[in-house]
Protein backbone atom coordinates (compact mmCIF):
# COMPACT_ATOMS: atom_id res chain seq x y z
CA UNK A 1 0.00 0.00 0.00
CA UNK A 2 1.30 3.03 -0.99
CA UNK A 3 0.22 5.21 2.06
CA UNK A 4 1.95 2.70 4.11
CA UNK A 5 5.51 2.88 2.46
CA UNK A 6 5.12 6.28 2.30
CA UNK A 7 4.67 6.95 6.05
CA UNK A 8 7.34 4.24 6.34
CA UNK A 9 9.81 6.06 4.09
CA UNK A 10 8.96 9.30 6.39
CA UNK A 11 9.41 8.11 9.53
CA UNK A 12 12.95 6.55 8.57
CA UNK A 13 14.19 9.49 6.86
CA UNK A 14 13.23 12.24 9.14
CA UNK A 15 14.21 10.34 12.42
CA UNK A 16 17.78 9.48 11.07
CA UNK A 17 20.63 11.44 12.52
CA UNK A 18 23.01 13.94 10.47
CA UNK A 19 25.44 11.82 9.57
CA UNK A 20 23.21 10.62 6.81
CA UNK A 21 22.73 14.20 4.93
CA UNK A 22 24.19 12.99 1.92
CA UNK A 23 21.71 9.21 1.56
CA UNK A 24 18.95 11.62 2.62
CA UNK A 25 19.29 14.11 -0.35
CA UNK A 26 20.02 11.65 -2.59
CA UNK A 27 16.98 10.03 -2.15
CA UNK A 28 14.98 13.19 -1.64
CA UNK A 29 15.78 13.92 -5.37
CA UNK A 30 14.39 10.44 -6.56
CA UNK A 31 11.35 10.96 -4.42
CA UNK A 32 10.71 14.78 -5.69
CA UNK A 33 10.09 12.63 -8.94
CA UNK A 34 7.67 10.29 -7.70
CA UNK A 35 4.26 9.86 -9.37
CA UNK A 36 2.21 9.71 -5.81
CA UNK A 37 2.19 13.23 -4.43
CA UNK A 38 2.86 12.07 -0.70
CA UNK A 39 6.05 11.02 -1.74
CA UNK A 40 6.99 14.33 -3.20
CA UNK A 41 5.79 16.10 0.32
CA UNK A 42 8.28 13.38 2.18
CA UNK A 43 11.36 14.39 -0.20
CA UNK A 44 10.49 18.48 0.51
CA UNK A 45 10.40 17.54 3.89
CA UNK A 46 13.41 15.82 3.76
CA UNK A 47 15.27 18.97 1.99
CA UNK A 48 13.72 21.41 4.85
CA UNK A 49 15.37 18.82 7.45
CA UNK A 50 18.70 19.11 6.06
CA UNK A 51 17.98 23.00 5.15
CA UNK A 52 18.00 22.92 1.64
CA UNK A 53 15.37 25.50 1.89
CA UNK A 54 15.29 26.75 -1.88
CA UNK A 55 14.52 23.02 -3.20
CA UNK A 56 11.70 22.35 -0.55
CA UNK A 57 9.49 25.56 -1.28
CA UNK A 58 10.45 24.79 -5.16
CA UNK A 59 8.82 21.21 -5.17
CA UNK A 60 6.07 22.59 -2.69
CA UNK A 61 4.58 25.35 -5.09
CA UNK A 62 5.29 22.89 -8.28
CA UNK A 63 2.70 20.70 -6.07
CA UNK A 64 0.20 23.35 -5.62
Do not use: F
Not at 35 to 64: G, S, T
Request: glycine share 2%.
Amino acid sequence: HALTAATLCRAMLLSSNNSHIISQVGLASRLEKHELLEMRRIAAQVYKKNLRWRKAVELAKADK
